[in-house]
């Protein structure tokens, strides 16, 4: 696949407001449905929806253990990456709500010296 096909692609994951919302729940952990549920206050279907948009782009991945499959992103960076565009747009028009990092400090603070 073409790079910019791809890269339209994780766009597309993305610009979904309830993922980024998933994304942003999961930064730091690992998370059973009934948790991002919780998290997000969507039905479960809707939340499963997501996660399998997700999972099938390669933003996440699972594991079981014992009846629960536990979601984690499968690259961290992403949220380096999404953090970046937030610092990109924050002075400019479109700016909602982005006065706050998107995940916690210490992540960010790992890329920063992994860079």
Known sequence: MDELKKLQ????????YNRLVIIRTICDKECPVGELVKATNLSQPLVSHHLKVLKDN??????????????????????????????????????????????????????KTKI
């Open 58 to 111: 390669g933003v996440l991945e699972t594991k079981r253990v014992g009846p629960f499959i536990y979601y984690y992103l499968r690259d961290v960076k992403i949220l380096y990456a999404i953090n970046l565009f937030i610092e990109l747009f924050e002075n400019s028009e479109i700016k909602q709500n982005t006065s706050s990092r998107f995940c916690p400090e210490w992540i960010i603070n790992n890329f």
């Open 9 to 16: 692609l994780v766009f597309q994951t993305l610009s979904d």
